[in-house]
């Protein structure tokens, strides 16, 4: 089967979150500098939004939108109505018998044209790329499904696979698990953006070897705005938001909040800047400064420009975050940073990102009953030996680096 010379590349993208964004952003435009005889196709859920985004690059539609209509009338992909997941299912297992049908250069039966062109797309690339991102786990139900379809197609056409800087696991089921299994134990090299938690999560689905290692989230060398975004030299950025919260424990999470916010008021000459990464995040912020109104604190307004608020968390003095990117570019910036947690999935993800950087420490689960007593002490803690942490930082980010070249070497084998 001949190969074009084409390398396919999807993420969690393509949406309104800033963090994936910048991903895709640092992911095509390290493609596109190391391969330059290759065409690189950036698969996304909405050409038009990736194409104001990303105008430099080349877009076209993920399996998500080509396959389950995600974005389009009749959608299956969200699992919003309870007959999509098996219609979903059903359609997945419709397309891996057409695949075979593209294989052979037979004609696909009952297929929209969308889904021939991905099939063949497929069918020709020299490289299926996993942008990284956390949408390989239990927790992102139909993007864990759709990952694992396209891994199979891949092996159907012969189309390695790569997976970098992934959150991948939480499996939330047996299922899950032997889906995950059969799919990628299939793909060529797996990186993660953890130190422990997605390797054991993997392992546990017999899924091991030198091609599973961590290296670093891909938005850790993302760019950032050269112009300064806030008129303050002495500000926090806090982000923190109500994903997956409903009714009561949205006003009990931001009663904590407060406590939080009002240790650092009280204590310091800092003020406070809420930084939207989505821009549902404003919800929060808004029913906060409705509760609790403070002249110190500046809400950041929301824009598609993952370069500005990158900028503002590197012209601050310190970043708390739920969100994982905000960590993630205050790690790239040399901000000290500490994560708060309410589940296991961002426990999975936040946690799994500061022990790269040898952070892990400096968590905070506001589900546990002295997550304020334990959030003072990180404060002072990191307050009093910032300049020590950020040599930590600077030295751990030398060796994922390393680890991201080693990568990148494997997957230039892969291409030669």
């Given at each position: 089967m001949k190969k074009s010379r084409n390398i396919l590349v999807t993420g969690g993208y393509g949406y309104t979150n800033l963090g994936d964004e910048a991903q895709c952003e640092a992911t095509l435009e390290l493609l596109t500098k190391r391969y330059p005889q290759y065409q690189i196709i950036n698969l996304t859920p909405d050409v038009n939004h990736s194409k104001d985004i990303h105008p430099k690059f080349f877009h076209d539609y993920a399996s998500r939108t080509?396959?389950?209509?995600?974005?389009?009338p009749f959608n299956i992909y969200s699992f919003g109505k309870i007959w999509t997941i098996p219609v979903f299912l059903?359609?997945?297992?419709?397309?891996?018998f057409n695949?075979?049908?593209?294989?052979?250069?037979?004609?696909?039966?009952?297929?929209?044209?969308?889904?021939?062109?991905?099939?063949?797309?497929?069918?020709?690339?020299?490289l299926f790329y996993y942008c990284g991102g956390g949408f390989l786990t239990g927790k992102t139900l139909s993007r864990l499904w759709d990952g694992i379809l396209i891994c199979l197609l891949c092996k159907i056409f012969k189309t390695p696979v790569v997976m970098s800087g992934q959150t991948i696991g939480v499996w939330n089921g047996i299922y899950n698990e032997l889906f995950a299994k059969w799919a990628f134990k299939s793909v060529n090299v797996i990186t993660v953006r953890d130190e422990e938690f997605s390797l054991k999560d993997l392992e546990k689905i017999g899924i091991k070897g030198e091609h599973c290692f961590a290296t670093h989230d891909d938005a850790l060398h993302s760019p950032k705005s050269e112009e300064r975004q806030i008129d303050c030299d002495n500000y926090?950025?806090?982000?923190?938001?109500?994903?997956?919260?409903?009714?009561?424990?949205?006003?009990?999470?931001?009663?904590?909040?407060n406590k939080i916010v009002n240790y650092i008021i009280d204590n310091t000459n800092y003020n406070i800047v809420f930084i939207p990464m989505t821009q549902t995040d404003t919800d929060s912020f808004d029913d906060?400064?409705?509760?609790?109104?403070?002249?110190?604190?500046?809400?950041?307004?929301?824009?598609?420009?993952?370069?500005?608020?990158?900028?503002?968390i590197a012209d601050s003095k310190m970043c708390i975050t739920m969100k994982h990117h905000p960590i993630i570019f205050a790690m790239g910036e040399d901000v000290p940073t500490i994560s708060l947690a309410f589940s296991d999935y961002y426990v999975h993800k936040n946690v799994g990102a500061l022990a790269q950087y040898g952070q892990e420490k400096f968590s905070v689960n506001l589900?546990?009953?002295?997550?304020?007593?334990k959030f003072t002490q990180l404060y002072k803690e990191l307050s009093e030996n910032?300049?020590?942490?950020?040599?930590?930082?600077?030295?751990?980010?030398?060796?994922?680096?390393?680890?991201?070249?080693?990568f990148l070497q494997m997957v230039d084998k892969i291409l030669n």
């Open positions: 080509a396959f389950f209509n995600q974005g389009l059903l359609k997945s297992l419709w397309i891996l695949s075979y049908l593209v294989k052979y250069d037979l004609p696909p039966l009952f297929l929209n044209p969308r889904s021939v062109k991905f099939l063949q797309q497929l069918k020709e690339a020299s926090i950025t806090l982000n923190f938001h109500y994903w997956g919260m409903k009714g009561k424990q949205k006003e009990i999470y931001i009663d904590k909040i906060y400064l409705k509760k609790y109104p403070n002249d110190r604190i500046k809400v950041y307004e929301f824009n598609l420009d993952f370069r500005k608020i990158r900028r503002v589900e546990d009953n002295n997550y304020y007593e910032r300049n020590e942490i950020i040599s930590v930082i600077q030295n751990r980010k030398s060796i994922l680096d390393e680890r991201k070249e080693k």
